[in-house]
């Protein structure tokens, strides 16, 4: 019998998962157990825990938290309708402590401080790079929350033309991609936000390049790329920090309130 792709010593939580389920739950380019699993490695969670999976997608990550945590989740997603994701969580048994919502990144329907943690897989170079956009999200996590993310990014930044190599495969939308110093960095010095981790998986390509055989064996740009780079612009990173107690957020301007007084429109 062949070597199941999906199963790995490295990732033995999301081993235990079928594998059919996981590919029916895929909705983007990784595999999200994989790089959830990763990222909780970082983390902690307790039971009981109020959890935001932000772009979240089809929900695999969701029901995966709430499982291997016991946590609740709120699954977040805007691209992805919700009425799938909630058959797929209540097919998992998860519909008391997952709760699918669509929502945009930028407009979530969410009190300050409701979460004790934010998670973002494979998401949150989206939205997350805007230098603005910290400040957004921690709002709604309690000071000492964490804030983690996992995903595609780079091994060292790209600072001037794309790679020979990489260039049949990548398109200008690529540029959101970024390394764990560049996200270290990035949060660092918002101020709000003190960093426990940045790093980058220990032949991450060789995952990403698994993971694309076993799923899209005909993504052969993407295939190729990944086979020809062999880590050294692409793999996968991850970032943890936690929301500083110390500091004070801006809050989020909604309207400017303004008088209007009739003038002159011209001198006399």
Not at 68 to 90: K, N, P, Y
Not at 231 to 252: K, S
């Amino acid at each position: 019998m062949p070597q199941d792709p999906l199963a790995s010593p490295l990732f033995p939580r999301t081993s235990r998962y079928h594998p059919g389920w996981i590919r029916s739950s895929v909705s983007g380019g990784a595999n999200s157990l994989w790089l959830t699993e990763w990222l909780t490695h970082a983390m902690t969670l307790e039971p009981g825990m109020r959890v935001l999976d932000l772009g979240c997608g089809r929900g695999a990550s969701s029901i995966f938290l709430h499982r291997e945590f016991d946590v609740q989740v709120w699954a977040t997603d805007l691209w992805f309708g919700a009425d799938e994701r909630l058959r797929r969580i209540r097919d998992a048994g998860a519909g008391h402590a997952v709760f699918p919502i669509h929502a945009d990144a930028r407009s979530l329907p969410f009190a300050a401080g409701f979460f004790d943690a934010v998670i973002s897989i494979d998401s949150f170079v989206y939205y997350g790079t805007d230098d603005l956009y910290l400040n957004y999200l921690a709002r709604f996590v309690r000071p000492g929350g964490q804030i983690g993310i996992a995903g595609a990014g780079l091994t060292q930044e790209i600072d001037g033309p794309v790679p020979e190599h990489l260039r049949g495969w990548w398109e200008p939308s690529m540029a959101c991609l970024h390394s764990a110093r560049w996200w270290h960095r990035h949060w660092e010095r918002s101020g709000i936000a003190s960093v426990d981790l940045t790093d980058t998986m220990t032949d991450g390509w060789k995952h990403w390049l698994e993971w694309q055989r076993a799923v899209a064996p005909d993504n052969e740009p993407e295939i190729n790329a990944i086979t020809a780079d062999r880590g050294r612009y692409l793999g996968y990173v991850r970032a943890v920090a936690r929301r500083r107690a110390d500091t004070a957020l801006d809050e989020p301007i909604s309207s400017i309130p303004v008088t209007y007084a009739k003038q002159p429109l011209h001198r006399a």
